[in-house]
């Protein structure tokens, strides 16, 4: 975390977060993994990004590190104006709350707390009021209304992530890192996910970075990131499913 805090980079206006020369290294000497080998990226505001490529190329670890869950080796990442790498830990939790939301492949929801109530989780634990009018909207956009007194294991798998989804959008984060958020859906509920992630990012506003194996899913987003061997291998703006297709056959066989 050696370069000097600034609140944007020169070349990169309106990114709601970025990140420069980002290394990450899991152990050392010989048996070393570089997990993130040099990555500068930026994640426009208002923006719904895909990250897709091979197993093992680093994008979980891009978006832990993005999102403050992991650290980083070396390297700078900044979530709006703040530096993610000099905060101390309350202040990282502080912010994981507050501005950052995450959608994991598997739900994360309490069994025990309605849907409801697991949607204003993150904002009850960090005693912040719930803005009722942004929750209605949220719950209108993600079409849970219906279902909020419901338990999670009386809801489907895509109702149960979608009530992830909202629990994420609820704090109006400056970002929502998904990984692999519809790894565990069938291609119905997938699509009801996706659905609302795009239209999280065209009715509200939203800024959604994503990881995901399957093309289908990529082309819900306006751009597409390739990860390689923890390097930027590749990206294209407006995809479709066959510019997908395309640059994947461009990378390793099992992307
Ligand atoms: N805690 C860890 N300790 C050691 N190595 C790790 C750790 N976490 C990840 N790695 C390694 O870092 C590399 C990148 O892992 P990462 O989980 O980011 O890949 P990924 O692109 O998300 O893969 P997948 O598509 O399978 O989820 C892999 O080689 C992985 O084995
Ligand atoms: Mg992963």
New binding site residues.
């Given amino acids: 975390m050696s370069l000097p805090a600034t609140t944007a980079p020169a070349d990169a206006p309106g990114a709601a977060a970025w990140a420069r020369a980002l290394v990450k290294t ?2 050392s000497g010989p048996t070393a ?1 570089h ?1 993130l080998d040099g990555v500068d990226i930026d994640f426009a505001a208002g923006k719904f990004t895909a990250i897709m ?10 978006m832990h590190c993005m999102a403050g869950l992991d650290t980083a080796t070396s390297g700078t990442v900044m979530v709006g104006a703040k530096e993610i790498g000099r905060m101390k830990q309350r202040e990282l939790t502080r912010l994981r709350r507050t501005d950052l939301g995450f959608i994991f492949q598997s739900f994360n929801l309490i069994p025990t707390l309605t849907a409801a109530e697991n949607i204003t989780l993150p904002l009850d634990i960090a005693r912040r009021p719930v803005d009722r009018a942004w929750f209605d909207e949220v719950v209108a956009a993600v079409g849970l209304g219906d279902r909020l007194k419901h338990k999670p294991d009386e809801l489907s798998g895509g109702q149960q992530q979608r009530v992830a989804c909202a629990r994420a959008l609820v704090s109006r984060p400056a970002v929502v890192f998904a990984d ?1 958020p519809t790894g565990n859906l069938d291609s119905h509920s997938a699509g009801e996910v996706l659905a609302f992630l795009r239209r999280s990012v065209e009715d509200l506003g939203q800024t959604v970075v994503m ?1 995901t ?1 399957d093309p289908r899913s990529a082309s819900y987003a306006h751009r597409v990131v390739f ?1 390689a061997d ?1 390097r930027i291998a590749g990206d294209i703006a407006d995809p479709t499913h066959e510019t997908i297709l395309e640059a994947l056959a461009g990378l390793a066989p099992d992307a």
């Fill in positions: 899991y152990g993994v997990a490529g091979p197993s093992g190329s680093g994008k979980s670890t891009l692999e990881v194996h990860l923890g």
